[in-house]
C-alpha cells in the first residue's frame, strides 16, 4: 500500500537529506530518510507501507543506487516503486531510466525542481 504524500530520501550526505527533508516537510510531505541503499531496502522490506516516492542519490557507501535499483526492480513487492535518481554526474542523471529509475535529477537540485518533481509523482492528501 502506498502512502500518497510520502517520500523517501536515500543519501550518504546527511546535509542534503536534511535540507531536502526540510523543504518537502514545509511542503506538506511526509518524509523519511536513509544513508544508503542497504538502509532503505531494509526499511522498505521492513514495511508493507510503501511511499509514493524515492528520491535516490547514484554514488553511496555500502550499496550504491544503481545496486538499489537492481534490487527493488528484482523484487515483486518494490518493482512498481517510483524513483527518481539525482547524481552530480551529468551522464548518469541523463540516463537515470536505462539504470532502472523513473526519472533524473542534476544534482546540485534546485528546489523548484526538486518541488515540481515531487509534485509530478506524490499526491497530498
Not at 537529506?17 to 522490506?45: F, K
Amino acid at each position: 500500500m502506498k502512502n500518497r504524500g510520502s517520500v523517501l530520501v536515500v543519501d550518504d550526505d546527511e546535509d542534503v537529506c536534511d535540507a531536502i527533508r526540510e523543504s518537502l516537510e514545509d511542503a506538506g510531505y511526509d518524509v523519511a530518510v536513509a544513508e544508503n541503499g542497504a538502509q532503505a531496502l531494509a526499511t522498505l522490506r521492513a514495511s508493507e507501507i510503501r511511499p509514493a516516492l524515492v528520491l535516490l542519490d547514484l554514488m553511496m557507501p555500502i550499496m550504491d543506487g544503481a545496486q538499489f535499483l537492481r534490487e527493488v526492480r528484482a523484487d515483486d513487492e518494490l518493482r512498481d516503486l517510483t524513483v527518481v535518481l539525482f547524481s552530480a554526474d551529468g551522464g548518469a542523471h541523463a540516463n537515470a531510466t536505462t539504470l532502472g529509475a523513473n526519472e533524473g535529477l542534476r544534482k546540485p537540485v534546485q528546489l523548484r525542481d526538486l518541488l515540481a518533481m515531487v509534485e509530478k509523482h506524490v499526491t497530498l492528501e
